[in-house]
């Protein structure tokens, strides 16, 4: 079976530094993964997609993101943190178990704060 | 841009009362999808839908929720009789032919269940 692990619940950030939101999966199958978004009382948006191809995937906003199989890694990044990036990350995995429904897994979202 | 749209975007209601959350999904898009997210909880999978019919649920769709795509553009989600478990954002939303590729979601409805 498939499942995401964010590593943090919240992180804390000032404006201009960088950001690192961590995100390990498991997964039986090459898996294709997925950085959503969520601002206040907002959807979900997608930042970034993975799906086989380029290792680091480049995202809107300026963020970024990149698949390590060895360390079953999927981390998020962005070079200098806006204050506009305060919001839910959500690490998401396609379930590629569950045939072609193509249902998404979430994990468990990790808090952004950016400090002025 | 094409977008999902979700109605009501707020809905307070009783304990027994049935509720009907409504989505327009993008319309090219073949398959149907309905999340719910607890307060402070993560995003939870309920229900996939293709070709008119349910092709996946979760455990937590149960008998009291159900799903239709009455018209070719609208995708409903009724629970018949909430409880106060209810209480969730839900979120709709739709993904193209693409396999696996990203799902497009709605800003979510809001349920409040008294």
């Known amino acids: 079976a498939q499942s995401v692990t964010q590593l943090d619940s919240h992180v804390s950030v000032s404006e201009g530094t960088p950001v690192l939101l961590r995100c390990n999966y498991s997964?039986?199958?090459?898996?294709?993964l997925f950085w959503y978004v969520q601002h206040p009382n907002k959807g979900l948006q997608l930042l970034l997609k993975?799906?086989?191809?380029?290792?680091l995937v480049k995202g809107i906003n300026g963020f970024e993101a990149e698949f390590k199989k060895s360390e079953t890694s999927f981390h998020l990044t962005k070079p200098s943190a806006h204050m506009s990036d305060a919001a839910e990350y959500f690490c998401?995995?396609?379930?590629?178990?569950?045939?072609?429904?193509?249902?998404?897994?979430f994990g468990q979202g990790t808090t952004l704060q950016v400090k002025p | 841009e094409p977008e999902v749209t979700q109605t009501p975007s707020h809905q307070v209601t009783q304990m027994g009362q049935e509720v009907i959350l409504r989505c327009v999904p993008i319309?090219?898009?073949?398959?149907f999808y309905w999340y719910r997210q607890i307060l402070g909880q993560k995003v939870e999978f309920l229900v996939s839908?293709?070709?008119?019919?349910?092709?996946?649920k979760s455990e937590i769709f149960d008998d009291q929720f159900s799903v239709e795509r009455p018209d070719g553009s609208n995708f409903t989600l009724k629970i018949r009789s909430t409880k106060l478990e209810d209480s969730a954002m839900y979120f709709c939303?739709?993904?193209?032919?693409?396999?696996?590729?990203?799902?497009?979601f709605g800003e979510g409805s809001r349920l409040t269940v008294l």
């Open positions: 939303a739709s993904r193209g032919g693409a396999f696996p590729g990203e799902l497009f």
């Open positions: 997964s039986s199958y090459s898996p294709s």
């Open positions: 993975y799906t086989s191809a380029a290792t």
């Open positions: 998401v995995v396609s379930d590629m178990s569950s045939g072609n429904t193509g249902k998404l897994i």
């Open positions: 319309s090219n898009h073949l398959y």
């Open positions: 839908f293709y070709n008119n019919e349910i092709s996946e």
